[in-house]
């Protein structure tokens, strides 16, 4: 038979963070599984978009994004990331971070490419690596700091080794990479001549008076890291997909081209949108931010550890990992469905993070809700008794 799915999409699965929200939808549960952000958006990055609209730039941006949006991204970088970048040849915006992460892959790896990820991993950097045919190779952290050493890397270091993926804060895991940790990763880079792809989306979600660190930064590491970074965690507009990478010249032109191809651009009146609130939003916004979400995840973890399901105290980001080895069921599957069905509280099976065996006892919830949703939540899980 000639007509059959590309063999590439053969082994991508469905998303289990989605593949949980529809079954909550059906259930009319509490959806803790996916990070749609519902927390109210800055009136000021409305009305930028609103405006827009209303003057008329509905049209095709260019390629890379409006010049207003690639200066205050290269603005922002030089003054919170420390990342000098040219607005004109250094960043690319596309649609959403997992966009600009596609077309970085596409870009620069080639099919039997080997990919470093750090383990528990977010399920799209595995779905996007095989789609343009590279191999995903799994180091291991240890729960519940998700700790590694740098012989856990070294050990899987091959030949056929491109690049190294680092997720920090990281979904689902909440891990914040230390300055000693980014450190060996880019020493690692260095010495086996690899890119990294550094995915900052929830570069503003930080806990515990913990500061952020981009890659990028550290000597050496300027043309080889690819900075992955997005508005829709940030603002809370994550449907309106708008994600950026930085990347050196050369490298930013060959993802350039490939979002060209893909998307064309990132929609124009959003773009706008985004660079109001980039410019006119304090620094006192960024940092109630973190503060409110502080206090979103110290609720939800104390009613989590209340209810016999441990978790993993997040770093940053706004996910968590629970133990929940106490639920009835053999896999992560069976224990959130269980979840679902006697308490109505919807989160992701640890398996769609974890290669093995070992995302079995976990379920991930986001936090990302308003303060009357995590009341619910808490009162749902002390039902658990």
Known sequence: MKRHINRRMATLAHSEIRAMTQACVQAKGLNMAQGVC????????LRGAAQAMAQGKNVYSRFDGLPELRQSIAKKLAQYNGIAADPETDVTVSAGATGS???????????????IL??????YHVSALLAVEAVPVMVKMRAPDWTYSVADIERVI???TKAIIVNSPGNPSGKVFSRQELENVASIAQEHDLFVFTDEIYEYFLYDDRTHISLATLPGMADRTITIGGYSKTFSITGWRIGYTVASAQWAQAIGAVNDLLYVCAPTPLQVGVALGIQELPDSFYRDLARDYQRKRDRFCRALAQAGLPPSIPQGAY???????????ATGKEKALFLLERIGLAGVPGEAFFSGADGQRFIRFSYAKIDADIDDACRRLALLG
Do not use: I, K
């Open 38 to 45: 519902d927390t109210p958006v800055p009136p000021v990055v």
């Open 101 to 115: 992460f596609h077309c970085a892959c596409l870009a620069l790896l080639n099919p039997g490419d080997e990919v």
């Open 118 to 123: 750090f383990e528990p991993y977010y399920q």
């Open 158 to 160: 091959t030949p056929r």
């Open 319 to 329: 996910y968590v990992l629970a133990d929940a080895s106490r639920l009835p069921g």
